[in-house]
């Protein structure tokens, strides 16, 4: 296993080495907080990072699979495209900002702004999510095995939000809307893939009311 030690060797030389192709396993100790920790990644190598991580950590991720042994400062997993990114603590605002594919965990809280425009990573957080998460997101799901704060979902297109807790005030055009027998398949599958432990059955569905932008059915999948 390749080790990068950040208290000797740089984020630039880090993200370097991720950016030629690595293969096999690779670990990050030390890294104190660091910003901009293996970004850009597009090969399927495994990141641990022993540690908490500043911001954007694994941002643009494609293929690899990345765990956080901390905390994530803001924008962490920023527009990840496939692969993975798991946290063993908290996460900063806007965790998953953009996702356009892939998984995010958190296993413990995320602040404000979680899965802001995401446009179809799946995201599950087994603690709390705070205000205007979900904000403008177009695709994919959003699990909050916790609570989620004030205005949810606000201004909401075709994404998917699922709830155990309690919920604040909802945003601008987000609902709750029925959950089927295929929803729950479909929630108890991606609880079992991220090794969540939560029922299925114990979740509330919010998704938008199509009242705020020009939507057409038969046109559904083009968005």
């Not at 946290?87 to 998953?96: D, E, L, V």
């Not at 945003?171 to 398949?185: L, P, Q, R, S, W």
């Amino acid at each position: 296993m390749k080790v990068f030690d950040l208290n000797t060797d740089s984020v630039r030389a880090l993200n370097q080495y991720l950016h030629d192709s690595p293969s096999g396993n690779l670990s990050v100790t030390n890294p104190a907080g660091r910003h901009c920790i293996a970004c850009g990644i597009d090969d399927a190598v495994e990141v641990s990072i022993d540690g908490h991580v500043g911001y954007y950590c694994a941002g643009m991720n494609k293929t690899a699979q990345i765990t956080i042994g901390g905390n994530a400062g803001p924008g962490v997993a920023e527009n990840i495209m496939s692969g993975s990114v798991r946290i063993k603590g908290n996460a900063s605002q806007s965790a998953g900002a953009s996702g356009r594919g892939g998984t995010l965990v958190i296993e413990g809280d995320a602040s404000a702004r979680c899965g802001i425009s995401m446009k179809g990573v799946d995201i599950v957080v087994a603690g709390s999510v705070g205000h205007l998460s979900a904000f403008m997101a177009q695709k994919g799901r959003l699990v909050v095995c916790g609570d989620a704060g004030d205005f949810l979902g606000d201004s909401i297109y075709e994404a998917c939000i699922y709830v155990r807790g309690k919920v604040g005030e909802l945003g601008a055009d987000c609902i709750e809307k029925e959950m089927t027998a295929a929803h729950v398949h479909g929630l108890e599958d991606l609880l079992v893939a991220t090794g969540v432990a939560a029922n299925a059955d114990d979740f509330r569905r919010y998704g938008s009311a199509r009242k705020l932008y020009n939507f057409d059915i038969d046109h559904a999948d083009d968005y």
